[in-house]
């Protein structure tokens, strides 16, 4: 019998695909329980803080009405709203070269990276799920690739991970 161990404690980065060329997605994996929470991001009105900006200087009202709900998730409609709010919210950060568990308390911006973005859902002050991003699509809106980018960004964050069929793990 094989005995798999998990870690509640500290989520699993686990490097989910490239979309384009040059882009990588990394995921912070979290519990099947924060996985079911997630779903409270799909469908209705979704609030979303954007820290930072991309380097074409998008105004985060720009940035909100790029997203778009992955397939297989209800048509959500994505509102941009101040930094430092509370309650369930996508916040989007730009630049950081770390982020994810302590965006939802403390989100912060870092001009160095600028082809970065960690988006995180958020549930008050506790981090839902994570997910970071490095791709040269992510100038900002008007460049080519950026609302297919952000796609792919959602999907990881909104859909949960294929099931194994195997016991080989």
């Not at 798999?4 to 990588?24: F, N, Q």
């Not at 996985?35 to 720009?62: L, T």
Request: hydrophobic content about 45%; overall charge positive.
């Amino acid at each position: 019998m094989k005995i798999r161990k998990i870690s509640a404690l500290a989520p699993l980065a686990l490097l989910i695909g490239c979309g384009g060329a040059g882009e990588t997605i990394l995921a912070d994996r979290a519990d099947p329980i924060s996985m079911n929470r997630s779903m409270q991001f799909s469908g209705g009105q979704q609030f979303v803080e954007v820290i930072g900006a991309p380097p074409d200087g998008a105004s985060a009202a720009a940035v909100v009405d790029s997203l778009r709900a992955p397939p297989g998730v209800a048509e959500t409609r994505y509102v941009a709203v101040a930094p430092g709010g509370g309650g369930a919210r996508l916040v989007l950060e730009f630049g950081v070269a770390t982020g994810g568990l302590s965006s939802c308390a403390r989100p912060r911006a870092n001009a160095a990276q600028t082809l970065l973005l960690t988006a995180t859902l958020c549930s008050e002050r506790r981090t839902i799920r994570s997910a970071t991003m490095r791709a040269a699509a992510l100038k900002g809106p008007s460049s080519p690739g950026f609302e297919a980018a952000m796609g792919r960004l959602m999907g990881v964050l909104l859909t949960p991970e294929r099931k194994r069929t195997n016991n080989r793990d």
